[in-house]
């Protein structure tokens, strides 16, 4: 199914290396006979409590703005692999929520890598998350505007945050944006303003702890588990979700190209280690994806981290991703 990395790029995978704060707590890896595929659980009542188990938008349900993930494009969750009938956007659209996307293109992301390289904080492993990622808090406080102005009865947003989009998510819920557009803002909790607007996260395949020791976000990640760690707004009313996929279980010593293969290297860059024997999405171990500690937590059977050019939508109930029509009632009910 995902035969390599290039592969499941292709496939809309978030395959950039995330990794480990030191100061997030979390869970021991969960761990399964290795190389195994999880299939997602089919019951005969399925069908018939379909229709039932549906959740739609109420008159006081909130606008839902989507934040992609790493490497992913905004079209990705409106038309994904080319069809706008098995989006994301169309289930939650279908349901009766009124949706925004963040805006994004692939190449945002690596234009915004290269221009941090020019940064004093890249090369001390010492990043905010201005020096990488500005321009995408820049983007999902647009879409945050829009939204409320397309919906001018709502006073808050729910955020759907997918895979890195979960972190940035809540840099942006921290005040984070200020660093962006504030001269001289201060860089802590306590000299930046929370965002009132936003009233609940959802995070999709999120690694919420990376591995230390070789940071790709140049320290981004982990400054954000530094200054805002865990639910750091529960008590302001902020609603945290984390949910996570157990679809893959790694195995090092699988086929070359294989994806419990590939799974447990994906694994071991995020959560470190070796990745054998470790659950997770196919990309994110489920140990990184629940640690944010006081969240609610989701695990779901089966579901993998990003839609897929094999079966997620042809054949749903083979190769659900977190955004497949019959799985987003399985998180959307904890808005």
Not at 40 to 61: E, M, Q, W
Not at 169 to 190: D, K, M, Q, W
Not at 193 to 198: A, G, L, Q, Y
Not at 299 to 328: C, E, K, N, Q, R
């Amino acid at each position: 199914m995902f035969a390599s990395s290039s592969t499941a790029a292709r496939a809309g995978l978030s395959t950039t290396p995330l990794r480990r704060p030191t100061r997030a707590r979390a869970p021991g890896p969960t761990r399964a006979a290795s190389g195994s595929v999880i299939p997602r659980p089919v019951s005969s009542d399925d069908a018939a409590s379909s229709s039932s188990s549906r959740v739609l938008a109420t008159p006081s349900s909130r606008p839902i703005v989507i934040a992609p993930g790493f490497g992913n494009d905004s079209l990705d969750y409106e038309h994904a692999l080319g069809r706008s009938d098995a989006s994301l956007v169309q289930s939650l659209t279908s349901r009766g929520f009124a949706v925004h996307v963040a805006r994004v293109e692939r190449k945002d992301w690596f234009i915004g890598i290269l221009k941090s390289i020019l940064t004093k904080g890249f090369w001390l492993n010492a990043c905010t998350t201005t020096e990488s990622y500005g321009w995408y808090l820049s983007r999902l406080d647009e879409a945050v505007n829009q939204a409320l102005e397309a919906n001018p009865d709502a006073r808050e947003v729910d955020i759907v945050a997918h895979s890195a989009g979960g972190w940035l998510a809540r840099a942006y819920i921290g005040g984070a944006l200020a660093l962006v557009t504030t001269p001289n803002a201060e860089c802590s909790a306590a000299g930046l303003s929370r965002e009132t607007r936003v009233r609940s996260l959802i995070s999709l395949g999120t690694p919420h702890i990376q591995d230390a020791k070789a940071d790709p976000t140049r320290g981004a990640s982990k400054w954000v588990n530094d200054t805002w760690p865990g639910t750091y707004f529960a008590s302001d009313g902020v609603k945290y979700v984390c949910v996570a996929g157990r679809a893959v279980v790694g195995d090092v010593a699988s086929e070359k190209g294989s994806i419990t293969r590939y799974a447990s290297g994906s694994y071991a860059v995020v959560a470190g280690g070796d990745g054998n024997g470790v659950c997770g999405d196919a990309v994110v171990p489920n140990s990184a994806a629940l640690a944010l500690e006081g969240a609610e937590n989701v695990l779901l059977d089966g579901v993998w981290h990003s839609m897929s050019t094999v079966g997620t939508f042809d054949a749903a109930s083979s190769y659900p991703w977190y955004g497949s029509d019959d799985i987003v009632d399985s998180w959307l009910a904890k808005l």
